[in-house]
């Protein structure tokens, strides 16, 4: 899984939830754990193997607590780069004037 594509996708998500007013930060979290999902996926299988393998109970344990904890890592480096890109894309959208603000002195 690419890491990027998490960092654009979040980066446009913030960008335009920004341009309508929104929270940035926030929807690139949530967009960097959806595109993040994949990367987790796999964890499962290894789950399952570990009790396959003829080792000692304890040693299971250990093995899916290290998963457990190889998978939590990975969500947090995830949401970490979303909220970040989905903030920088919504400092971009301020930049080039769109804060989620009507301009009233427009005149229609």
Do not use: C
Not at 6 to 35: F, P
Not at 60 to 82: D, E, S
Request: proline letters at 5%; hydrophobic letters at 55%; aromatic letters at 10%.
């Amino acid at each position: 899984m690419a890491l990027e594509m998490v960092a654009v996708g979040s980066l446009l998500a913030g960008y335009l939830i920004k341009r309508r007013g929104g929270n940035s930060t926030a929807t690139g979290l949530r967009a960097a754990l959806i595109g993040g999902f994949p990367a987790i996926w796999p964890l499962s299988e290894l789950i399952w193997a570990i009790p396959t393998i003829p080792n000692p109970l304890w040693f299971q344990a250990v093995g899916v607590a290290m998963i457990l904890g190889a998978g939590g890592f990975l969500l947090a480096v995830v949401a970490a780069f979303g909220a970040l890109a989905g903030r920088f894309g919504g400092w971009l959208a301020e930049r080039r004037g769109h804060d989620g603000v009507d301009d009233t002195r427009r005149s229609v």
